[in-house]
């Protein structure tokens, strides 16, 4: 089970971390993701991480003001995102695969999705 957290309403500039607790206890063998869906478009990939946090890969979009980490020890990825823009808005879902590292930028890798969490930038 997953539970994303941490999202509101911000303005343009402005960051926000975003959390997403799992339970289990394997938490550490999982890719981790972030996805994102605005109104009216289908869900995209932002960025995900390896299981021990070795290996990270972010969308060209977010590239340089998203940064994605995990604490094992907390069974917790988070979505640290800076400098946000108006085209951030939408509902941010984190996802776990437990697949091998590979092709993480797809949504058919992903075996479990949390609830999402609404983020939303003011210009």
């Known amino acids: 089970q997953l539970q994303a957290s941490g999202g509101g309403l911000v303005q343009t500039g402005d960051s926000l971390r975003l959390s997403c607790a799992a339970s289990g206890r394997t938490f550490s063998s999982y890719t981790m993701g972030w996805f994102r869906q605005a109104p009216g478009k289908e869900r995209e990939f932002v960025v995900a991480i390896s299981g021990r946090g070795g290996s990270t890969f972010y969308a060209d979009s977010v590239k340089g003001r998203l940064t994605i980490s995990r604490d094992n020890a907390k069974n917790t990825v988070y979505l640290q995102m800076n400098s946000l823009k108006p085209e951030d808005t939408a509902v941010y879902y984190c996802?776990?695969?437990?697949?091998?590292?590979?092709?993480?930028?797809?949504?058919?890798?992903?075996?479990?999705w949390g609830q999402g969490t609404q983020v939303t930038v003011s210009s």
């Open positions: 996802a776990a695969s437990t697949k091998t590292w590979a092709n993480v930028s797809a949504r058919e890798v992903y075996d479990y």
